[in-house]
């Protein structure tokens, strides 16, 4: 059974500061991986989705890598700001289609 | 919300009443889902369909049943709601089984 965490639950950082967050999955054999931001009260919203052949994705000042052979995805957010406060949420798609497997979620703090 | 609606978007009942939770999109798309969200547990998958008629079990299904009679709605049934029912529900959609998925803003049940 898949199984994803992410590591920090919780983190608050000072604006401007480049910050990662981390995702790791059990299972290696996904299609793809998908960043979420949800905002508190608020459905999810996609960041960037990541296939398995591929190592990285960029979007604006947000770059998500992959490493499928260690089980590792990592969630890069450059300058940061108050506007980037939200839980950040990693997803993996295994095995059967159609079956995302969530984490946690990290919720990050960005401080004037 | 990409064109995603989930009615009612508040919703409090009572033990053992029937409730009927609508997710209604306008994008056409082939897959919807049904999540719950829970603290300490992320998103957990109760019911997917992969066309009209055509649905299958997530890993949360104990109590929920599903029905989808048009592409355009996918309704979650929860037959005699209990307490461990409340949760925020979310419909989610994608045109492909393992391609990005779009969220509604979520149905937040209490059930007392």
């Known amino acids: 059974k898949q199984e994803v965490t992410q590591i920090p639950a919780a983190l608050s950082v000072p604006e401007g500061e480049n910050l990662v967050l981390n995702c790791s999955f059990t299972d290696s054999a996904i299609y793809n991986l998908q960043w979420f931001r949800q905002d508190p009260g608020k459905g999810l919203t996609s960041l960037l989705l990541i296939q398995s052949s591929q190592r990285e994705q960029t979007s604006g000042r947000l770059n998500a890598s992959l490493d499928k052979s260690s089980g590792r995805s990592t969630l890069y957010i450059a300058a940061s700001q108050p506007g980037d406060s939200a839980t950040y949420l990693c997803a993996v798609f295994t095995g059967t289609a159609s079956k995302l497997t969530f984490g946690t979620g990290t919720r990050l703090q960005v401080t004037l | 919300d990409a064109g995603i609606t989930q009615s009612p978007r508040h919703k409090v009942t009572e033990t053992g009443t029937p409730v009927t939770l609508r997710c209604h999109q306008t994008?056409?798309?082939?897959?919807m889902y049904w999540y719950r969200q829970d603290p300490g547990h992320g998103l957990r998958l109760i019911h997917y369909?992969?066309?009209?008629?055509?649905?299958d079990k997530g890993e949360v299904s104990d109590g929920y049943s599903v029905s989808r009679s048009k592409t355009e709605d996918f309704l979650l049934t929860l037959e005699s709601a209990t307490s461990s029912q409340t949760s925020v529900y979310f419909c989610?959609?994608?045109?492909?089984?393992?391609?990005?998925?779009?969220f509604g803003a979520g149905t937040r049940l209490s059930v007392l």
């Open positions: 369909s992969y066309g009209v008629k055509d649905t």
């Open positions: 989610a959609i994608s045109e492909g089984g393992n391609g990005i998925q779009y």
């Open positions: 994008e056409n798309h082939r897959y």
